[in-house]
């Protein structure tokens, strides 16, 4: 089954403690996005990988990072995580390039919800 | 910039009412246009799109047409059910923008019996 898989689902921590949310898809999708979802704001994007070893921020970058070793993992990291992150996290990937529109669709993971205390 | 205006919700609805969730943009250049929905605890998926103007996208009972001359890509179904309670998000795509998306805030519906 064609799925993005997000660990965990729930998180619950304090502040500075670092974490990882790990993503992982099994389409063989070159781009991956990670994005957080707030109350009013709706989706806004963190950062994103259009392939392997190739990333790049996206709106509100700030405290976290990620890394793109492998073609299907995209982790999202916090280093030093505060409060104001506390948020709702999805992971999306899709096939890139050219090709038409049907490509470029978006898959999402079903969400990690993140409490930093 | 790119933005994405949604009505505000929580939009409440009988069942078998009809529903337009209203969604305009501003965008540079010619966006593609996305409703994706999230059902409770679940992630995103996709509904329907329009890839340019006067497109109309369709999917399970929902249709929105890709107005250029009012900016609007409103979401329509004649006849809710219960299952279609859930979390609206109309979106938008830069053609040559890669693929980030622009998301709506969200609309909330909820339909009752």
């Known amino acids: 089954e064609a799925q993005v898989t997000q660990n965990p689902r729930y998180l619950i921590t304090v502040t500075g403690k670092k974490l990882t949310v790990t993503c992982s898809q099994n389409?063989?999708?070159?781009?991956m996005s990670w994005y957080r979802q707030d109350p009013g704001l709706g989706l806004r994007q963190i950062y994103y990988?259009?392939?392997?070893?190739?990333?790049d921020k996206g709106d509100v970058p700030e405290g976290y990072k990620v890394s793109r070793k492998e073609k299907r993992n995209f982790p999202l990291i916090l280093e030093s995580p505060s409060p104001n992150q506390t948020s709702l996290y999805f992971c999306a990937s899709s096939p890139s390039g050219t090709g038409g529109l049907a490509k470029n669709i978006q898959y999402f993971g079903a969400g990690t919800r993140l409490s930093v205390l | 910039g790119n933005s994405v205006t949604q009505m505000e919700g929580p939009v409440t609805l009988s069942e078998e009412a009809f529903l337009t969730i209203n969604c305009t943009y501003t965008?540079?250049?010619?966006?593609?246009l996305f409703w994706y929905v999230q059902y409770p605890g679940e992630g995103l998926q996709l509904l329907l799109k329009a890839t340019k103007a006067d497109d109309k996208g369709s999917n399970k009972g929902f249709e929105a047409t890709y107005r250029k001359e009012t900016t609007s890509f409103h979401l329509e179904k004649g006849s809710v059910q219960v299952s279609d309670s859930a979390v609206y998000f109309c979106?938008?795509?830069?053609?040559?923008?890669?693929?980030?998306?622009?998301f709506g805030t969200g609309t909330q519906l909820k339909v009752e019996l």
């Open positions: 965008a540079t250049g010619y966006p593609s």
């Open positions: 389409m063989n999708h070159e781009y």
């Open positions: 979106a938008l795509r830069l053609t040559g923008g890669g693929n980030k998306l622009t």
């Open positions: 990988s259009m392939n392997v070893e190739v990333t």
